[in-house]
């Protein structure tokens, strides 16, 4: 087995055999309980109502054509005095002074919005991440951006594609978070880190230690979809929590930049345990985490079916 490959996915771990070179998916998926993409039922008003009472709006922001109102400074940290109107206005990456942030008006900072043919988004993904195809449609899925916290204590904006069925998880789960100060070294869309095909684009977004979730794509070994082809897998800081292999007792990992923690009880940062509130928050949502598989273990990885 190419061992490069070994850390594809979430049910990866259940199907694990030699890894497939095509990155299109060519066999009906069997998940029955998520994988049908969902038919909208409601009404244009119904969906315009619904979305206003989740935060969701309707397409995914622009790059500001001119200057923003928000100056930034040399380090990309908001201006002091300055307030912004919300996550729209801030670019991705950049970094943001929290005592110009609101702790009653945090909604406006996790916002889940519509991708449509044509716009930014769209044109990001298309052919790289995401594909037409018969499975996951664009109306399956919602672009998010919220804060986070990075490694170096700086609040940062974060990017990520989800599942619209299980989008108010996530803004959930990002918010709860956030207001502990949780460390994510980045978060942005694997198609920053694109490298020809899912399976070594997601090698080289683990390489960066990004955090990701949605890429259309097979399971390796398997004929399947992947949980993160339907947006309904994350991994978090992956270089801590890396997807292990275990022979005789002894855990191996394909990424260099993570051997040091194989040692799941090291007590080094943002290692995620069942002690770790970045576990609490996720399946206190009714996600399930990859560190609680037999063998292998995906310690970066939380998934979700349908609600």
Not at 37 to 42: I, L, R, Y
Not at 64 to 91: R, V, W
């Amino acid at each position: 087995m190419d061992f490069r490959q070994s850390k594809i996915g979430a049910e990866e771990t259940v199907e694990k055999t030699e890894p497939t070179s095509t990155p299109v998916p060519t066999v009906t998926p069997t998940e029955t309980p998520e994988e049908p993409s969902p038919t909208p039922t409601e009404a244009p008003e119904e969906k315009k109502e619904a979305a206003t009472q989740t935060g969701e709006v309707a397409g995914p922001p622009l790059a500001p054509e001119t200057t923003p109102t928000l100056q930034t400074e040399e380090n990309g940290a908001l201006t002091p005095g300055e307030t912004s109107a919300g996550i729209t206005d801030l670019a991705v990456k950049e970094i943001v002074d929290p005592s110009q942030i609101s702790a009653t008006d945090l909604d406006k900072y996790f916002q889940a919005y519509e991708i449509v043919e044509g716009d930014e988004i769209y044109n990001r993904i298309i052919g790289k991440s995401y594909y037409a195809n018969d499975y996951v449609a664009l109306s399956d899925l919602r672009y998010l951006k919220v804060l986070h916290y990075n490694f170096e204590g700086q609040v940062q904006v974060g990017e990520l594609i989800v599942n619209a069925q299980i989008v108010d998880d996530f803004l959930s789960a990002f918010k709860q978070l956030y207001e502990n100060q949780y460390q994510i070294q980045e978060m942005v869309l694997i198609d920053n880190y694109w490298a020809g095909d899912g399976d070594s684009s997601d090698y080289n977004s683990i390489e960066h230690n990004n955090t990701s979730a949605f890429c259309f794509r097979n399971a390796t070994g398997s004929g399947n979809l992947s949980k993160h082809a339907y947006g309904r897998a994350i991994d978090i800081n992956s270089q801590q929590n890396p997807y292990v292999t275990y022979n005789n007792g002894y855990g191996s990992c394909a990424h260099g930049n993570a051997q040091q923690y194989l040692d799941r009880s090291s007590g080094l940062p943002h290692v995620i345990t069942h002690d770790d509130i970045c576990y609490q928050i996720f399946t206190q949502l009714g996600f399930t985490w990859g560190g609680d598989w037999g063998n292998p273990k995906d310690f970066q990885h939380f998934e979700k079916s349908a609600n």
